[in-house]
């Protein structure tokens, strides 16, 4: 087996659907409650803003009362054992992750927990609600939306994602359903560099035929033994 160093992990909803936070194509999920491009397109914004900032209002107090699940945990313990190059990218916008204990995170979807100033290009750490448009933080103007990226937007950090995958040696992907680009192109981009893939994923996902292995079952049950499995081999 080859010896592995680096690793860049791809995270999903299905890592956080253990903890009570809906995932958005599962029966029930997000996508069945709301439609996407009238909460999740600029378009739908500009539309109607007291939608948009109600559905994400919601959503960021509700992540508020959870608490992160075992596969958190165990890719926190990960990442505090690692000694090599590891990188988790997530399409969470959720803070399980840190607050699990992980610290080398990407949020390349951006993060509840952060509004965006379209006046003056400030994000600021926030918890509240955005509803009555209170003022910026940094400008005082009331011009806040939540810094999330929405379809037709450009995904965070991917010069940061791409350097991280020319160096790894491995590519793990959890609880994604690999129905969205660019995250759902990373399998493909890493075969391409010859670097072994690895699924863990409640079911297989669209693009469960690129990766080298797949894992079926919950989150909370797969990543801690994949995790005790490279930390036992390390
Ligand atoms: C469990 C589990 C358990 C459940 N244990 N597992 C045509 C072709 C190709 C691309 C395009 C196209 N037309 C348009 C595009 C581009 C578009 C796109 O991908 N569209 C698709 C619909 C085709 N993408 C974009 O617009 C992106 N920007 C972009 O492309 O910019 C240009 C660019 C070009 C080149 C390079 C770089 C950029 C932006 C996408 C933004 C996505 N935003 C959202 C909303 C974020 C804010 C919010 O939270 O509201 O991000 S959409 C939503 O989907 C959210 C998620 O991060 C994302 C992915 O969802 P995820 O995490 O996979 O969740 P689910 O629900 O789909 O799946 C859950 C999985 O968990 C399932 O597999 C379950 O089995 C599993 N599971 N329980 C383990 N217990």
């Not at 087996?1 to 903890?19: D, F, H, Q, R, Y």
């Not at 739908?44 to 009362?65: E, H, K, S, W």
Request: with cysteine; aromatic share 8%; glycine share 8%.
């Amino acid at each position: 087996m080859p010896i592995i160093k680096n690793i860049v992990i791809l995270t999903g909803a299905g890592v956080s659907a253990e903890s009570g936070i809906d995932t958005f194509r599962s029966a029930g999920g997000l996508w069945e409650q709301h439609r996407v491009e009238d909460v999740a397109t600029p378009e739908g914004f500009a539309r109607d803003p007291d939608l948009v900032l109600r559905f994400y209002d919601m959503r960021r107090a509700a992540i508020q009362t959870k608490e992160p699940n075992a596969a958190h945990r165990a890719l926190a313990r990960l990442d505090a054992e690692w000694s090599g190059e590891l990188l988790i990218v997530t399409q969470n916008v959720d803070d399980l992750h840190e607050r699990a204990g992980a610290r080398r995170v990407l949020h390349m979807h951006g993060e509840h927990l952060n509004a965006w100033c379209t006046a003056c290009d400030v994000r600021s750490p926030w918890t509240a609600p955005l509803i009555d448009r209170p003022p910026c933080p940094a400008c005082g103007t009331s011009a806040l939306r939540p810094d999330v990226v929405w379809f037709g937007e450009m995904p965070y950090r991917m010069d940061d994602i791409y350097a991280a995958l020319r160096e790894a040696d491995l590519f793990v992907s959890i609880g994604t359903s690999g129905a969205v680009y660019p995250a759902a192109g990373f399998v493909r981009g890493a075969r391409d560099l010859g670097i072994p893939t690895l699924e863990l994923n409640l079911e297989r996902s669209q693009g469960s035929a690129w990766f080298d292995q797949t894992r079926l079952g919950p989150a909370t049950e797969l990543v801690p033994a994949w995790v005790d499995e490279v930390l036992g081999g390390a």
